[in-house]
């Protein structure tokens, strides 16, 4: 028998082990077990019934390997992107850690009676503040679209919104006015409200959340248009930097006919912000 040579020739690295498998499970004919059995080392075939899970792991480090800023997310879960979170309960030990350190970090004793139990109560608010990435649009519509033959403005406005600026880890709070022109589906009004919530629980700027809320609205419903205007106070401009305690910040997204008709977009204007 030949000794075993490794992969080097023409200056090719080894194979790692994951590739050897997938290779060797590419080769497995398709006949049977028997053909495989026949054809094949037992070895082989066992390497076949895994090949689904080793090529989730090559893919897993391969995107682990391009750096994508994800590849080590524990708490994400967007429209861009689908990373399921562990349960709330898995993830309080850690953050109540973190937040012990950060305790003493800033000169406190983390044991003292006013502090005992301020890590625990500390990750459970941040958890709360952020619980929009637990949340999808599908689980929050819950079948609320109706089939409806109307094609006037609906208009929800003055919905209350807080947020947690993601700069700062500082709140931001305000109220968005939500706007969309029907194509003969309509959206329980409630559901607004909770698109809102969606999104607008989470670490965020105001420009993104205005524009999420009305992607979302249009997926929901296929309107003809969507508008959305967000007004907000940060307190990362009011309790530190600037410290201007009487600013606001508006901003609007304009989608659909919202955008391309100025009277359209300037009658849910109007209705914006009349009182």
């Not at 054809?39 to 750096?67: C, F, H, I, R, Y």
């Not at 007004?231 to 609007?252: A, F, L």
């Amino acid at each position: 028998m030949k000794p075993q040579t490794s992969n080097t020739q023409n200056g090719d690295a080894p194979a790692d082990a994951a590739s050897v498998a997938v290779e060797a499970a590419a080769t497995i004919p398709t006949g049977g077990a028997a053909s495989a059995s026949a054809d094949v080392p037992s070895t082989a075939v066992a390497v076949s019934k895994n090949s689904q899970q080793l090529k989730l792991e090559m893919l897993n480090m391969e995107l682990a390997s391009n750096g994508s800023g994800h590849e080590k997310c524990t708490f994400h879960h967007d429209l861009e992107l689908d990373h399921k979170p562990p349960t709330r309960e898995a993830l309080l030990p850690d953050m109540a850690r973190s937040y012990r350190l950060l305790l003493g970090g800033l000169g406190e004793n983390p044991d003292r009676q006013g502090l005992i139990k301020t890590p625990e109560r500390a990750a459970k608010a941040m958890l709360y503040f952020t619980k929009g990435y637990d949340q999808s649009l599908e689980d929050v519509l819950n079948g609320a679209v109706f089939d409806e033959d109307h094609d006037e403005m609906v208009v929800v406005k003055d919905i209350e919104m807080f947020s947690m600026c993601e700069h700062h880890l500082v709140p931001f709070y305000g109220k968005v006015s939500i706007g969309y022109l029907p194509c003969n589906k309509i959206l329980g009004l409630s559901k607004l409200a909770r698109i809102v919530e969606i999104f607008s629980r989470r670490l965020q700027v105001q420009e993104r959340l205005t524009k999420q809320i009305a992607v979302a609205v249009t997926q929901a419903v296929q309107p003809a248009g969507v508008a959305v205007v967000v007004e907000g106070v940060h307190m990362c401009m009011v309790m530190r930097g600037v410290q201007k305690i009487n600013s606001k910040t508006v901003t609007s997204t304009m989608l659909g006919v919202f955008r391309d008709d100025p009277k359209t977009r300037e009658e849910f204007l109007n209705l914006v912000n009349s009182k």
